[in-house]
């Protein structure tokens, strides 16, 4: 755990993580172009929930590069990617139980919405979230998930699921509650202990 700590800490993986975390957002943002495309104008900050949940982090991580903490990027970061990593994955899970194959493509999507799920909460120490930031993140989140499934914007989904969009609609609505929960929790948590943030180095 401490060699974990000590890596995390390192600006060489830092800035590596920064740059794989911005190919993954340029990335993301292209495979929504179709969507965009056809999504209303004052819709379109919202549909493309993997992505920007990168970007958060990517501001998160260029901070740290600078020995600087943005706490409200670092709750944005942390609950969406955390959230958007488990919705992608079971959401391809659920195709394929459903009938869809999965191909090459998809396992590299499990892969790095794993990814993402996974970094935002290892940097979980270094956080300086208060508890009004993760208030403007739940306001952010359940809106995005009203956007999603009342007004229909959500991220498109596999033809063999799309039946189950009201069933999508409420797991993502727990799962937000959930991820919430896990940030807060974990906050508190090593708010208990002694850990140098980037800020203090």
């Not at 955390?82 to 195709?95: C, D, H, R, T």
Request: proline letters at 4%; a neutral charge; charged letters at 10%.
């Amino acid at each position: 755990m401490i060699y974990l700590h000590t890596i995390l800490r390192q600006r060489w993986f830092i800035a590596l993580l920064l740059i794989i975390n911005i190919a993954g957002t340029i990335y993301g943002y292209m495979w929504y172009d179709n969507q965009l495309a056809t999504t209303p104008i004052h819709f379109i900050l919202f549909v493309p929930d993997s992505p920007t949940a990168s970007l958060f982090f990517c501001f998160v991580l260029a901070a740290f590069l600078f020995g600087r903490n943005l706490p409200l990027f670092e709750a944005l970061a942390a609950v969406t990617l955390l959230k958007y990593g488990i919705w992608a994955v079971v959401m391809i899970l659920a195709a394929a139980a459903a009938g869809t194959p999965i191909g090459i493509l998809n396992y590299m999507l499990i892969v790095s919405h794993l990814g993402m799920a996974i970094q935002g909460l290892l940097y979980t120490p270094y956080y300086r979230i208060k508890g009004w930031h993760l208030i403007v993140v739940a306001v952010w989140t359940l809106h995005n998930d009203v956007i999603d499934y009342v007004y229909g914007m959500h991220p498109w989904v596999a033809s063999s699921i799309q039946p189950y969009i009201q069933e999508i609609g409420y797991f993502t609505f727990w799962l937000s509650i959930s991820c919430l929960l896990v940030v807060y929790w974990l906050n508190k948590l090593y708010n208990d202990y002694t850990i140098e943030g980037f800020s203090n180095r």
